[in-house]
């Protein structure tokens, strides 16, 4: 049964644990100077601008909410477990140990709540679905049914993949997987075979489903045969770009290997990486056309690989494109992790911790030049995240067990941030 919601109990204990004195804010300062800094009861997991005003801040258990000045207003106790997802104007708060989803409103108040003890997933432009065995259903802003489509005779649901105007899911009819593609309001319009052993990887143009199987990747068409295929015998991460696809695969003790590919089977790119070991993210920060400018490899910092004393490495580098196509590495750790995010100004924030004592933050132009640099302190937990006026924010926590002290730290990107919000 779900647990009883004990927010209502613990309020004015959180409250209390964040009346911590931090770093006073900077308004006007110089970029790459730290701003302000504040301390949170738990190691801090995720970071984002939400539509509340200020941050969404998530910490443990717990769900904070602050300004982009530092001040904690409220907290919102959301379970172990938590994911957060912004659907429209609304901030919803999906808690499976409390088997159930949530809207947040402003100053920590409870919208519609929505009990649910199955799966839940998201696509890429932001919609939610509540998968069952053999239903999806997808959910208004209001919480309720937007539309629901049972698939009769498919079981083990997962996805989705976006398409233009549809959506991709795979599940298993018998003893084969299926791909089944759903519209935008809700109707199953087309059930493709993938065969058994296939996984379903991407979504190419019309909806068609990229699939891995028999150590080859192939797009297939409605009836299940590859319009091509190409020989992979690894499983490739996959990020889809305009016109076609980038595939990463590693390759035990040899270089990984990247692949960018149209949506008709021609190669653009066919190249080793400057790492070796096993991946666990990639992730493709920018193109120009169909070329990949930068990549980071093994950027999660709950995976096996950000963790000390282990001989799998080097894990997680991060390498960008050079004039001749070739691909030289920035930052290499054979321990720790990275994360990097796109600058609206152009270029990228990069965070890398080699150590569990100190992140260096740094603001890198698109031909990789250092724009500014600074050490902080703590091994990186979440971000960096870019607020709207172009200040960066990211978590840390001490050594490798991510122990306190947990800070939610605050840099000056390129412009002043705004005032506190309302």
């Not at 004990?6 to 931090?22: C, F, M, N, Q, R």
């Not at 019309?206 to 690894?234: F, M, N, Y």
Request: charge should be positive; aromatic fraction near 6%.
């Amino acid at each position: 049964m779900p647990k009883q919601d004990p927010s209502s109990t613990v309020k004015a204990e959180i409250d209390e644990a964040h009346l911590v004195k931090g770093r006073t804010a900077t308004r006007f300062a110089t970029p790459g100077l730290v701003r302000w800094t504040r301390k949170l009861p738990q190691k801090i997991g995720f970071i984002r601008s939400t539509p509340l005003a200020g941050l969404i801040v998530s910490a443990g258990p717990v769900v904070h909410n602050a300004t982009s000045l530092g001040e904690i207003r409220w907290p919102f106790v959301a379970g172990a477990g938590h994911r957060l997802f912004v659907l429209g104007a609304s901030e919803v708060i999906w808690s499976p140990a409390f088997g159930r989803l949530s809207q947040l409103l402003r100053r920590g108040r409870k919208g519609w709540v929505r009990k649910w003890q199955g799966k839940l997933a998201r696509d890429e432009r932001g919609g939610l679905y509540l998968l069952d065995a053999s239903t999806v259903t997808a959910i208004n802003e209001d919480g309720t049914d937007k539309w629901r489509a049972a698939l009769e005779g498919v079981r083990k649901l997962e996805g989705p993949f976006t398409c233009e105007d549809s959506v991709l899911f795979q599940g298993t009819s018998g003893l084969q997987r299926v791909a089944v593609r759903i519209s935008a309001h809700g109707t199953a319009i087309r059930k493709t075979p993938l065969g058994r052993g296939a996984i379903l990887i991407g979504a190419g143009p019309q909806c068609a489903p990229l699939v891995w199987v028999k150590r080859s990747i192939a797009l297939l068409d409605t009836a299940g045969d590859p319009i091509w295929h190409r020989r992979s015998p690894e499983t490739p991460f996959v990020e889809r770009l305009q016109g076609g696809f980038a595939l990463v695969r590693a390759r035990a003790e040899l270089p990984a290997r990247l692949e960018v590919i149209t949506d008709h089977g021609g190669v653009i790119i066919a190249t080793e990486l400057p790492v070796s070991g096993r991946l666990t993210h990639t992730d493709v920060l920018s193109v120009a056309g169909m070329t990949p400018q930068a990549i980071g490899l093994c950027s999660d910092v709950t995976s096996p690989c950000s963790k000390p004393g282990t001989t799998r490495g080097p894990f997680n580098a991060f390498v960008t494109l050079t004039e001749r196509n070739g691909f030289r590495p920035l930052v290499r750790h054979v321990q720790g992790h990275l994360n990097v995010a796109p600058y609206p100004a152009g270029g990228y924030i990069l965070a890398s911790a080699a150590t569990g004592d100190t992140t260096d933050l740094s603001y890198r132009s698109q031909d990789a030049s250092v724009i500014w640099q600074v050490t902080l302190p703590g091994r990186l937990s979440a971000g960096p995240h870019i607020g709207p006026a172009g200040e960066v924010y990211l978590g840390t926590c001490r050594g490798w067990d991510c122990e306190e002290p947990h800070l939610l730290i605050s840099v000056t990107g390129m412009k002043p941030p705004p005032d506190p919000d309302d």
